[in-house]
């Protein structure tokens, strides 16, 4: 489209009117980006150019080729138009010109990841019967375990192996696309493999856990507690074993550090919303960071491991207590790999999987925000532990069909778009399912992010719906490797080729009006796993999560 200004000059012909094309370039809720080009026979003008929205102006630069990006816009339909003005005269348009109409989408609202229990990414423990004060988790049946353990990675582990915040590349392996073998590890950074590619999201600050403190809470103090916080280096040292075929992740080669700081209070925006404050603005309270390679010798640990100390490997420890709770405040755990020693960067690209509860008495006792929760007793004095913004997991699980507990919408929420954004996802699986509150299987579109805007198509295409009672298929590639293998991956240097490995798949599910009338006091929303049916085939996700409500659009103008 182009903007037509009148009786302006140009040097070629006086009378000529001027030409600016015009475009929208993109839209969020976020910004607007539009741009427009001149042409070079206008170059001895001082001409300018405005962009109005709703009549505002809202951007004056240069009438040279540019582009401008628009912020803080509310969300409905707003009419973009560029102008233009001369030797600072007046703005000039024509009704006929580059009349823009957008919609600018409602942002989205964060969910607590996870949440509604005092416990979170506890994995199998709740089929743990011997010795539950110490590896357990009492009061839990075993068919309500979580199948995930709350885990994070190295900086210099590649981005692909599930861990979107903390990795800072990707591509670091010598396959091709799809990989193939032998599977070399290049390293980390462009001085040991120069086709490496670093990553935007990565965030040093790594992961947050929310424990919110529920208004009616009358207790003396809260006991944040981490199960296996350090990493060892025993094959059989985390709650369920990693798999490291192929690629030499041994610890005392490779230590690990990961650091673990309560935080807070914080305020957050809404019942089910993420902090409006970074948690990093609140105080820590209190910090240690697990390394490694030293030896430990407690009595209900089997021999062989070497963890961090006497009283952390494979059971529950304190890690800090909270006197007096702010009632209706929300405190942090702050879970990152801290400093690490010079020269020893490249050691860090393993995982490290543990599992976090918080108790109120001298022993822990199950509780949930949830009334309909099937896995723990409701309790309004419950305090919830949640994951704030990213939940990331590490997923190895011997069941059928796993089910994985994401997040619960607000019944305020109802009519919008529950929006699922779920990075490296499949690994040992067929297919996925979006579960509501029932228990049953929706229908749901999806969309593969394409993150460079170069990504090679993943098996399938970018997007797709699936309908109710269905599954998405997440093996791709059948003929030669019935469990998901072969499967082309968004650039080279990947180590797997599973269909979404290296992607972020976002689900869009439709949520009733009516929340409370579909489902009544339910509101957990879920994910199911469809396993490999391959015998041969363990099932394992390193995989990081997040989730949102967007709110119905508002309705357009005329």
Known sequence: MALVVAGAACEADPDADINYPFHVDAVDEHAIVVSWHTFPELEDFDIEVGITV??????????????????????????????????????????????????????????????????????????????????????????????????????????EQGDWRTAVSVGNFN?????????????????????????????????????????????????????????????????????????????????????????????????????????????????????????????????????????????WCDLHTIVDPTPGATYFLQVDVGPIPAGASQAQHYLNSYGVRVRTDHQFAPCSTDPADPAAPFDPTCPEVFAVEWMSIFANFAVVAPTFGVAAPEPAMGGGTLELSLYDIGEGTVGLQALDPAGEAVGFDWEVVDETGSDVAPTGGWSGSVAPGGALDTRGETADHPCGAGNPQPGPGRLSSSKYNDRMLVLRVPLPDDLVATYGDARRWSVRYLTCPDPGAAPSDRTTWSASVRPPSPASAD
């Open 175 to 315: 396959t091709g696309n799809p990989p193939s073998v032998p599977i070399q590890w290049l390293g980390c950074t462009d001085a040991q493999n120069p086709a490496i590619q670093m990553v935007d999201s990565h965030d040093p600050d790594g992961y947050f856990l929310g424990v919110a403190v529920p208004d009616a809470f009358v207790g003396d103090e809260l006991t944040v507690q981490v199960f296996d916080a350090s990493r060892c280096n025993h094959a059989n040292s985390n709650p369920v074993p990693p798999n490291t075929v192929g690629i030499d992740f041994h610890a005392t080669g490779n230590p690990f550090w990961t650091r673990f700081q309560v935080r807070g209070p914080g305020p957050e925006a809404a019942p089910t919303a993420a902090p409006t404050a970074a948690p990093t603005a609140a105080p820590v309270l209190a910090s240690r960071t697990f390394e490694t390679g030293q030896n430990c010798a407690d009595a209900g640990t089997p021999s062989g491991f070497a963890c961090d100390d006497r009283s952390w490997a494979m059971r």
């Open 54 to 159: 709703d009549g505002v102006l809202t951007v004056v630069e240069p009438a040279t080729a540019g582009s401008a990006t628009i912020g803080g816009i509310p969300p409905g339909t707003v009419l973009v138009r560029m102008l233009t003005r001369i030797d600072g005269g007046p703005w000039q348009w024509e009704e006929r010109g580059p009349n823009h109409l957008v919609e600018v989408p409602t942002p989205a609202e964060p969910l607590r990841l996870g949440g509604g229990r005092n416990y979170l990414g506890t994995g199998n423990l709740a089929a743990v019967s011997s010795s539950q004060q110490l590896r357990g988790l009492p009061g839990v049946a075993s068919q309500h375990a979580e199948n995930f353990w709350l885990s994070i990675n190295g900086p210099c582990a590649s981005r």
